[in-house]
């Protein structure tokens, strides 16, 4: 049996990563981790855009940051996943920002035993990998497993 882990974020482009994780999930039998991971500057992002919103309703928002990517993952499970036959369990994970995102995402995926890891990608050129870094390369090249990625 299978048990795929499945990166997603509040973005429409993981919309085809969660629809494959999940048709592999369904076909092997195994049970599918959907996990979030946020960095600081996103959730930072994301939150005054939210109490912007409560504010306009004339009420309030206030959430941990990990409790947060927790909330993302269970949105993507119901929006993308209600019609699956797979067992779900959404996990979210909060970091400093983005050099400490494929350490996250290989911690969950041992944790779990996963074998895949599905996750997108972005388009950058050599230089800027070796610069910047890169999740997926790092997840590819430290994941004792397989890893599925796709790019923005």
């Not at 482009?13 to 048709?23: C, L, M, Q, R, W």
């Not at 800027?128 to 390369?137: N, S, V, Y």
């Amino acid at each position: 049996m299978d048990r795929p882990l499945v990166v997603t974020d509040s973005s429409d482009s993981v919309v085809d990563v969660i629809e494959e994780a999940g048709e592999l999930a369904e076909l092997s039998g195994g049970p599918l981790t959907v996990l979030t991971v946020v960095t600081e500057e996103e959730y930072q992002n994301d939150a005054e855009v939210l109490g912007a919103i409560a504010e306009m309703e004339d009420s309030s928002y206030s959430v941990e940051p990990a409790t947060y990517a927790q909330e993302v993952a269970e949105t993507a499970i119901n929006d993308l996943l209600a019609d699956r036959d797979v067992e779900t369990e959404a996990v979210g994970r909060y970091v400093d920002d983005d050099g400490d995102r494929a350490d996250a995402i290989i911690e969950v995926a041992e944790e779990r035993g996963c074998d895949y890891v599905f996750l997108l990608g972005r388009r950058r050129s050599p230089t800027g990998k070796a610069i910047f870094g890169d999740t997926a390369q790092a997840v590819i090249l430290n994941f004792d497993g397989y890893v599925v990625t796709t790019a923005r």
